[in-house]
């Protein structure tokens, strides 16, 4: 049955996601609190930490132009995006904002560029497939 | 409220926590399902799950994701939360402000959420009071058990103002508190737990309601002030225990837990007079230590100063937080360390009392230092002159100050201000030129009454030894721009933040150093009051003082006119309370004054301020006879300082100002045996 289909499809997804190390727990934990009442509430909080989460990259990106690194600053954002991304169980985006305010508290400017590029890689590769999996969950 | 579960999802486990702990527990049948949550964050997506698993866990959740809103919220409708959810940082307030800010204010517990996990982050919730630190992501199972904090609050706000012995209480408070507060991933079994201990400790108390606030608290007294302080004399500070003391005071119905909390402030504001010349680090340090005595206990010592200020039972429990919190916070952080929270509290309550005890006598405090803050604000006043300002804050009204004459360094200002009485506007009346320089961030001379008032209850200005009229010069300007700085918005007469209020506090302890007074003030977590203070200590050269703190304690006592109670008004707070009340002496500083009448007297107002606020106050004081002692003004009801729970800062105000305003009966609205703020006509 497609149902049946699209539901093992749903489920080899996921799996696949935490396999790879891109979602944790907390994915899980969002699932949960899916009910009847917000039937698509994992994808309405991915959405809408996708879009907060822009902006702080913004941010971020501008205030890695600067000519003299606010190392505060960024760590303070990066401090933010950390904790958006843990809420929807970003595993792999967080740890690598874990590894720029590392780069930060050294102030190691060049750790920093190189460790953002990196981490927006991650976040967009991670939306990519959440959104997959969602247009699958809509089947 | 009916479990029926919408969703699907874990239902049967909420239900069955839901249903089990429904049949336990005190507040409602259905507790804690219902239980009111304010959630703080600005960040939309954390905002959004919090909400969506407090909703399953069946409370009513309120979210917002600015600390100011949250603040104005809580504001408007008191007793409208159970419980606060914020995170730590926010871009327009410090978490740890906001805090420390609903601490003062409402008295509610406060819950500390961020991805920083780092134990430094972890140990500044600590001390700043919140009740527990969630590591996000926040999982739901670690918001099933946040009612517990509700309940263990209200218990312990049940144990601190119990009066008779009930060691058991004691003994079993704590325990439950360490059964009960594990981490916020507690589990279920947790509550359960905590539930039965709960149930244990309810029939042993014999208390049913434990939601019902309103408990009989220990009004540490002046009489009863004076009594332990020379127990703790004559054992010698080192050697005072608890024990010793409640045997050498021989009070009925006293218990050793009530010596103990008492002696921790005590304690503290000792430290912090000494310490006053020293770093404020240092005090924070030193805070620390006896900080996490008194932590958690926030809501005692909430209690304990408030009634100490609500001599007359008219502060509202929160200024006087909030003095305390600011005066302790200034005291030590000069550099804007922040003090615990705990230490302000702390330090204030412990001036608190000791200001109601100035009667007249000096007192003598183990740390001859200004010591007195508490004692008052190291007054110089001489004891008569106390009397006579202590008469002519009977005209404050409700003012309760009473002039404590009595300190080595000088008078014991109480001040225990009646709320009504002063009025804002008061204050900033009194210290004309005193205003101005008040922190810029005051801006406002005229500090909110509630404030003013606050400052003058709670500071124990150590009655200085100046002219007849108290002029508590104290730094505790800096208090009062705490609070006015501290709520931008507080107009000096009635924003009386709360925040600020516990910087004057400290300030009035601080009494001896103007200096420290204001740092100390600052160090509150980052509240904005302290800055005030800050403020005013950079400012504040004693001659600023002299210049507002005469005039504040003018006003104060001249507001006070119906002073209710005693008028313990260390001599810079008195002014400054009484001020808001005595427009006459035009000084707007109201509530600045009283701040820094407050401050001033915590801070080692100088004689000649005093002299100057004693000068001042005599004509506005109607008799011009200060009395030391700290005779309550018979309509000040009860020195009880029973705060109710949460009132805020407008109640404080407005009774305060309707004080001023001559109410005829003020007094009796300040009755306090029934917490009597919240009665408080506004």
């Known amino acids: ?139 | 409220m009916n479990l029926t579960l919408t969703n699907g999802k874990g239902s049967t486990s909420t239900v069955t926590s839901a249903a089990v702990m429904k049949s336990s527990d005190a507040v409602s049948d259905q507790f804690p399902a219902g239980l009111r949550v304010l959630v703080v964050d600005d960040d939309p997506t954390c905002l959004m799950i919090l909400e969506k698993m407090l909703r399953t866990c069946l409370y009513e959740v309120t979210k917002c994701n600015r600390a100011e809103t949250a603040l104005s919220l809580l504001r408007e409708s008191k007793n409208g939360f159970d419980i606060v959810i914020s995170d730590v940082h926010m871009p327009d307030m410090d978490g740890f402000k906001l805090l420390e800010l609903i601490g003062l204010e409402m008295d509610l517990p406060v819950i500390m959420m961020s991805a920083d996990d780092g134990k430094s982050v972890v140990m500044k919730g600590v001390t700043h009071g919140a009740c527990d630190y969630l590591i996000k992501p926040v999982r739901i199972e670690a918001l099933k058990n946040i009612w517990q904090h509700v309940v263990r609050k209200r218990k312990n706000e049940w144990k601190d103002t119990e009066q008779s012995g009930s060691a058991e209480e004691g003994d079993r408070q704590p325990k439950a508190s360490d059964e009960a507060d594990y981490s916020s991933s507690a589990n279920e079994g947790s509550w359960r737990n905590s539930k039965k201990r709960r149930d244990e400790e309810d029939e042993a108390e014999e208390r049913d309601d434990t939601s019902t606030l309103k408990k009989p608290r220990v009004v540490w007294s002046v009489e009863l002030h004076q009594q332990f302080v020379a127990a703790v004399d004559q054992l010698g500070i080192d050697k005072a225990v608890p024990k010793k003391i409640l045997e050498l005071m021989n009070v009925p119905g006293l218990t050793r837990e009530n010596v103990a909390s008492h002696l921790q402030k005590y304690r503290l504001y000792l430290r912090r007079l000494n310490g006053v010349s020293q770093h404020q680090n240092n005090m924070n340090n030193s805070f620390l230590g006896p900080q996490e005595g008194t932590f958690g206990t926030i809501s005692s010592i909430n209690g304990i100063d408030l009634q100490t200020l609500a001599v007359a039972g008219q502060l509202p429990a929160q200024s006087l937080a909030t003095l305390q919190a600011a005066g302790l916070g200034r005291s030590t952080a000069k550099a804007g360390v922040p003090m615990p929270i705990m230490d302000q509290r702390n330090l204030f309550s412990f001036e608190n009392p000791r200001l109601r005890f100035g009667e007249g006598q000096q007192q003598h405090l183990s740390s001859s230092k200004p010591v007195n803050l508490l004692h008052g604000i190291p007054t110089n006043m001489e004891p008569k002159q106390l009397a006579n300002l202590h008469q002519s804050s009977q005209s404050l009204g409700g003012l309760n100050m009473r002039v404590n004459a009595s300190a080595t360094q000088g008078n014991h200002l109480l001040m225990q201000m009646a709320q009504s009485q002063p009025r804002g506007q008061m204050l900033s009346e009194n210290t004309g030129p005193r205003v101005p320089r008040l922190p810029s961030s005051l801006g406002q001379p005229t500090v909110s009454n509630g404030i003013s008032n606050g400052l003058l209850g709670r500071n124990g200005i150590a009655g200085n030894n100046r002219g007849p009229a108290y002029n508590p010069v104290l730094p505790s300007t800096s208090l009062l721009n705490f609070p006015m700085n501290q709520a931008s918005e507080m107009s000096v007469n009635n924003s009386f933040p709360l925040g600020s209020t516990p910087g004057i506090s400290s300030i009035t302890t601080k009494g001896s150093f103007q200096d420290e007074v204001t740092s100390g003030i600052k160090g509150s977590g980052g509240f904005p009051s302290y800055d005030i203070f800050n403020e005013l200590h950079h400012h504040k050269s004693h001659h600023d003082w002299d210049i507002t703190n005469p005039g504040l304690t003018y006003n104060a006592s001249q507001h006070a006119n119906p002073l209710q109670g005693n008028i313990d008004v260390s001599p810079s707070v008195l002014v400054h309370q009484g001020f808001s009340s005595t427009q006459q002496t035009g000084q707007s500083r109201d509530s600045a004054l009283i701040g820094k009448a407050m401050f001033s007297m915590g801070e080692g107002l100088q004689q000649d301020n005093l002299q100057n606020a004693g000068q001042h106050l005599n004509p506005l004081l109607v008799d011009n006879s200060i009395r030391v002692k700290a005779e309550r003004i018979p309509d000040a009801s009860s020195q009880t300082n029973l705060f109710p729970e949460h009132y805020g800062q407008e109640d404080l105000m407005s009774a305060l100002l309707k004080q001023q305003e001559g109410m005829g009966p003020a007094e009796n609205e300040f009755e306090f045996d029934g917490y009597s703020l919240d009665n408080i006509p506004v």
């Open chain 1, 1 to 139: 049955m497609d149902t049946n289909h699209s539901r093992r499809q749903l489920a080899a997804m996921k799996q696949s996601l935490f396999d790879q190390g891109l979602l944790d727990e907390q994915f899980i934990q969002l699932e949960e609190l899916q009910d009847d009442a917000n039937p698509n509430f994992v994808e309405e909080i991915v959405t809408l930490h996708y879009r907060d989460s822009s902006r702080l990259i913004s941010s971020i990106e501008q205030a890695l132009k600067e000519r003299n690194l606010d190392f505060n600053k960024l760590d303070t954002l990066m401090h933010q995006f950390k904790g958006s991304s843990s809420s929807i169980g970003a595993k792999k985006v967080k740890a690598e904002c874990n590894l720029f305010r590392e780069y930060c508290r050294a102030g190691n400017a060049e750790g920093c560029m190189r460790s953002f590029q990196q981490l927006k890689k991650e976040h967009a590769a991670l939306r990519k497939k959440l959104e997959a999996y969602f247009q699958v969950s809509r089947v």
